[in-house]
């Protein structure tokens, strides 16, 4: 009687676990199982449907577009022990996508964006710059309806990151990523817990976007993914690879210790320093320069190279501080004014506590985020800083000529940004040969034959108001908008959703070589082809 029930109990533990493996042959596998158990949220839970229309909260404001938001466990490991963190993010569905055929959705781009910093929520981004809604310069931060969001085409995804930054946190607390390799395993495998809970993205192409530090960030995450897809056997048909197509810099910080001489060199250009004040700032960069100089040969993350970038890092400050100090402290990010945009009022909004006898949800419910956890936004300042500044003033540059391999990319500048603009990611470009890795060199030169030769033209919306100035090869685009500053979709809201759709989805750039115009002729000097 004893074995014929044990015999019965082994037939059904046999069934039960054959079960068990079918039921997990059904179920999509997770993406990578560095990325935690992002699957046990259910797409519904993260749905956001209304938002406060303003800071007291008086009111809701319906979204008209599929949303969600929520957080992504990433599990990390340092010499403290097993960490967890949790990644904000905050999706809209591009508004076009409800007239678009079931078979095609899957072809309509996810456009990632990101700010900078380091610290910088991007939260920024999405009611400052180009998400679909604006916080308004009023008593009571009112929320408007962007007519110029990104997301008229294209899905649009916010991130929180690197962890401490906006809404993301860690457990236990204070868990920062302390290098860009770090940071960029993170968010490649929130990427993947973002796509594992969202399936039905996961074959839409792939862009990242972003500004400022992430010339930085950018450069670094897709080099992680493109190394891990890589490695994948079966490339493009395994579930976990990430269909990236494009990356976008708007004023990126690439190679900091170029980019700190530029500033000086753009500072000097619109009169804020005199030559005898150039001078004098120029041997505070040259100790700047040669403490970059000495890092370089150290082992990265020893401890003597760890205290040169540190050292690197103060001296670096200094000289665009006491340049701006010799302008009277304009506007880094915009020249023609002298006050940054503030956050205070996002600030608010998004922390708002709950008001007495006030049936409405808060900005947090809504987007199901713990009351508990403040949304924090930093730039070049605080722990996340901080955490990062033995990486703070590493090159990103040499990454470049593998992205531009294998990815299309776009570099965009605005003409008054004296902190990362025009100029130095001119010289990037031009110079890409100073900073590309040996075994790039070959590839680098025969790129540079093209590029150096290239003409740049006008871009113009007809019949002649000057939109920027383009210039194309291959698969990199570099752009430069007049009338704006470090923040482009601020200063030119139209100008930069024109120029995102027009380089995402590879339609014509309106434009003229002013090379080739006709020049007005002159009686003192014979001239073929002039304009009589």
Not at 70 to 85: A, F, L, M, R, S
Not at 195 to 211: A, F, K, M, N
Not at 294 to 321: P, T
């Amino acid at each position: 009687m004893m074995m014929r029930n044990f015999k019965s109990f082994l037939s059904l533990l046999t069934l039960c676990v054959v079960l068990i493996f079918l039921v997990s042959l059904s179920k999509p596998a997770a993406a990578n199982a560095e990325a935690g158990e992002t699957d046990d949220v259910k797409i519904e839970e993260d749905l956001v449907t209304e938002i406060p229309a303003n800071i007291l909260n008086t009111r809701m404001l319906k979204l008209d577009v599929k949303s969600y938001a929520g957080h992504i466990n990433v599990p990390g490991k340092d010499p403290e022990g097993d960490y967890n963190t949790h990644l904000f993010y905050w999706f809209f569905e591009s508004r076009n996508s409800q007239y678009v055929p079931e078979e095609k959705k899957k072809d309509i781009p996810l456009v990632i964006w990101l700010n900078g910093g380091p610290g910088g929520s991007s939260l920024l981004g999405l009611f400052m710059e180009n998400g679909p809604f604006l916080i308004q310069d009023d008593d009571t931060g009112t929320i408007v309806t962007n007519p110029n969001s990104w997301n008229e085409e294209v899905h649009l995804l916010y991130w929180d990151q690197p962890v401490g930054t906006g809404f993301s946190y860690s457990v236990p607390e204070g868990r920062y990523a302390h290098s860009e390799a770090e940071l960029s395993r993170q968010f490649y495998l929130a990427i993947q817990g973002f796509l594992d809970r969202h399936q039905i993205y996961r074959d839409c192409p792939l862009y990242i976007t972003g500004e400022s530090y992430c010339g930085k960030y950018i450069p670094n995450m897709a080099t992680e993914i493109m190394n891990r897809n890589g490695k994948l056997e079966k490339k493009e048909k395994d579930p976990r690879y990430i269909n990236l197509q494009g990356l976008a810099i708007g004023d990126g910080w690439i190679n900091p210790e170029l980019q700190t001489k530029t500033q000086l060199d753009y500072a000097f250009q619109m009169g804020f320093v005199d030559t005898f004040q150039e001078q004098e700032i120029m041997k505070m960069y040259k100790t700047f320069s040669g403490l970059m100089k000495d890092a370089k040969k150290q082992k990265k993350g020893s401890k003597k190279y760890r205290k040169l970038m540190k050292q690197a890092s103060c001296w670096g400050n200094w000289v665009v501080e006491r340049t701006l100090d010799c302008g009277g402290n304009p506007d880094m990010y915009d020249v023609r004014g002298w006050t940054d945009v503030s956050a205070d009022l996002l600030t608010r909004y998004l922390n708002q506590g709950k008001y007495k006898n006030n049936p409405n949800p808060t900005v947090k419910e809504c987007l199901h985020v713990d009351d508990s956890i403040t949304w924090v936004t930093a730039d070049d300042e605080g722990p996340v800083t901080e955490a990062l500044v033995d990486d703070a003033m590493a090159d990103a540059a040499h990454l470049l000529p593998a992205l531009f391999k294998n990815y299309r990319v776009l570099m965009y500048t605005g003409n008054f940004d004296l902190i990362c603009g025009f100029t130095g990611t001119e010289y990037i470009l031009w110079n890409l040969d100073r900073f590309s890795p040996d075994r790039q060199q070959e590839w680098v030169k025969r790129w540079l034959e093209k590029w150096r030769t290239l003409h740049r033209k006008v871009w113009v919306l007809p019949p002649n108001q000057t939109l920027g100035y383009i210039k194309h090869y291959d698969n990199v685009t570099q752009v430069n908008i007049p009338q704006a500053g470090h923040l482009v979709p601020i200063a030119q809201p139209e100008v930069s959703r024109t120029m995102i759709n027009n380089w995402i989805f590879k339609r014509p750039f309106p434009a003229y070589d002013p090379l080739e115009k006709k020049l007005k002729c002159c009686k003192y000097v014979k001239r073929e082809n002039c304009i009589k």
